[in-house]
């Protein structure tokens, strides 16, 4: 009894210590988009100086009202919803098709194929090949650009074949092919239906990696197709250009404007992925598990 009693005890101590580790990773990785918060409703030199730490200082929502009234930013910000919802559907669709066949032992060349995939992972072309490349095919100024030269993740591959291999019961299929079921047919009337945790990760996967894409549009597409973060990338590097819109103001009122703005930006393109997440999260942790690499 004394053993069991002085067991449980361990328990307790040790899950007291594991809740208070929690709660201080979760206030390292939250605090920061937090400041960014409460910064973007305060002064800048209210911020600059120290004096917003928990909350807000000389409260203002000047900066999100210019964010709201620049065209350059709504532009953005809509063409960054278009090219993450039509990113995320091709390169999930992507994944699938190839993972599902990669997930059959019984397929011809199947790890021939796999091996092909896996060298992409390690070696590429370079950046000039690609240019040309996708200057050749008509893809330059074309949203497009942004999905094709990469649209099979192979590692998104990798933990979704995983998933189709350890999670989906092979005597399931074979009861469908037994049935009359081609491939298509099984595909898609058993193997999608019950892939959804997994679907879930990629989605947020492509999502996240879609929206926060900056590069592959200074690369390949005009200013009036740039993404939300290439916009915000202009923002944060310079405020010179952000001063000609004020040009009505001081020199110092510009330049607090652009800080509120810059703080306010980054809320805006943070909103749409922390509004998302939750809806998903359970998915997210049981399909990213199950479809781990199994030793």
Request: with cysteine; glycine share 6%.
């Amino acid at each position: 009894m004394e053993k069991a009693k002085k067991h449980g005890l361990s328990d307790k101590v040790s899950d007291v210590i594991l809740v208070a580790v929690c709660c201080v990773i979760l206030l390292i990785v939250a605090y920061p988009l937090y400041y960014v918060l409460i910064a973007s409703v305060s002064d800048p030199y209210e911020v600059y100086s120290g004096q917003t730490f928990l909350a807000p200082s000389k409260f203002t929502l000047e900066g999100y009202k210019a964010v709201f009234a620049n065209k350059d930013l709504f532009r953005g910000f809509g063409n960054s919803i278009l090219y993450t919802t039509v990113g995320t559907v091709f390169s999930v669709v992507m994944i699938y098709l190839v993972a599902f066949p990669l997930s059959r032992k019984h397929m011809p060349g199947r790890k021939a194929i796999s091996i092909f995939f896996i060298i992409t992972m390690y070696f590429g072309g370079g950046l000039i090949p690609t240019y040309l490349v996708v200057r050749d095919t008509g893809l330059l100024n074309n949203m497009w650009a942004l999905f094709l030269p990469g649209g099979v993740a192979v590692g998104n591959v990798i933990i979704v074949r995983n998933f189709f291999e350890n999670n989906i019961p092979s005597e399931l299929m074979e009861a469908a092919a037994i049935d009359g079921a081609d491939d298509f047919t099984t595909f898609f009337r058993i193997v999608v239906p019950l892939s959804r945790p997994i679907m879930a990760v990629m989605v947020v996967f492509s999502m996240v990696a879609f929206w926060n894409d900056w590069f592959t549009s200074l690369i390949y597409l005009s200013k009036e197709q740039y993404p939300f973060p290439m916009v915000l990338r202009g923002i944060l590097i310079t405020t010179e250009a952000m001063k000609d819109m004020w040009s009505g103001m001081s020199y110092a009122d510009a330049n607090r404007m652009a800080e509120l703005v810059k703080f306010a930006s980054m809320i805006v393109a943070a909103v749409p992925m922390l509004v998302i997440y939750p809806f998903v999260q359970k998915y997210f942790e049981k399909g990213f598990m199950t479809g781990a690499v199994k030793g």
